[in-house]
T-cell receptor, first 114, second 115 residues
């Protein structure tokens, strides 16, 4: 079974631009979560989608948004990029997103904002 | 609120020796605990989890972890370290009382295994 895939793997943008990242979950998984990883803040939860609905949201500004499609694929968007948005963005999928479910992570998208 | 602490930024061990990576947690409710490993420029790989039952959990690549409720700890262990175990290790926790709670990660511990 194929793992979680994320595209693109690397992105370079300039301040003020916007960016869209894509995540395809493991087949049959309906929950997709997004995380931001930085050296200073570690792994921080952005949001989780299940059946096209945002079920949980982390403490990030409204510039960060996401959505999920009927095939469970998910996208996240960051508008008006800031230098501090440079990070590794990780997507994780799980069967139903329940408390005991294991999340399986993709390789991440490395975003650099200049 | 739930939180996870990994008190050591880095753990150094010689190949063949046992290794321990420490994790303590703080939750109001019953915890579900996870360990992940991250290799350079890669995503996180699932190692093992504790849900309920036996306090000793066995996982991938020879790793195991012991759940200790009284000490609120979930330390990761391996009897004999390999150089290839060198990586960044994350402990994570969820609380069982909300159905669909978020996963909270520790800051990570870098494990360096020397030949």
């Amino acid at each position: 079974k194929a793992g979680v895939t994320q595209t693109p793997r690397y992105l370079i943008k300039t301040r003020g631009q916007q960016v869209t990242l894509s995540c395809s979950p493991i087949s049959g998984h309906r929950s997709v979560s997004w995380y931001q990883q930085t050296p200073g803040q570690g792994l921080q939860f952005l949001f989780e989608y299940f059946s096209e609905t945002q079920r949980n949201k982390g403490n990030f500004p409204g510039r960060f948004s996401g959505r999920q499609f009927s095939n469970s694929r998910s996208e996240m968007n960051v508008s008006t990029l800031e230098l501090g948005d440079s990070a590794l963005y990780l997507c994780a999928s799980s069967l139903g997103g329940g408390d005991t479910d294991t999340q399986y992570f993709g390789p991440g998208t490395r975003l650099t904002v200049l | 609120a739930q939180s996870v602490a990994q008190p050591e930024d880095q753990v150094n061990v010689a190949e063949g020796n046992p290794l321990t990576v420490k994790c303590t947690y703080s939750v109001s409710g019953n915890p579900y605990l996870f360990w992940y490993v991250q290799y350079p420029n890669r995503g996180l790989q699932f190692l093992l989890k504790y849900i309920t039952g036996d306090n000793l959990v066995k996982g991938s690549y020879g790793f195991e972890a012991e759940f200790n409720k009284s000490q609120t700890s979930f330390h990761l262990k391996k009897p004999s370290a390999l150089v290839s175990d060198s990586a960044l290790y994350f402990c994570a926790v969820r609380v069982s009382n909300s159905g669909y709670s978020t996963l909270t990660f520790g800051k990570g511990t870098m494990l360096l295994v020397s030949p």
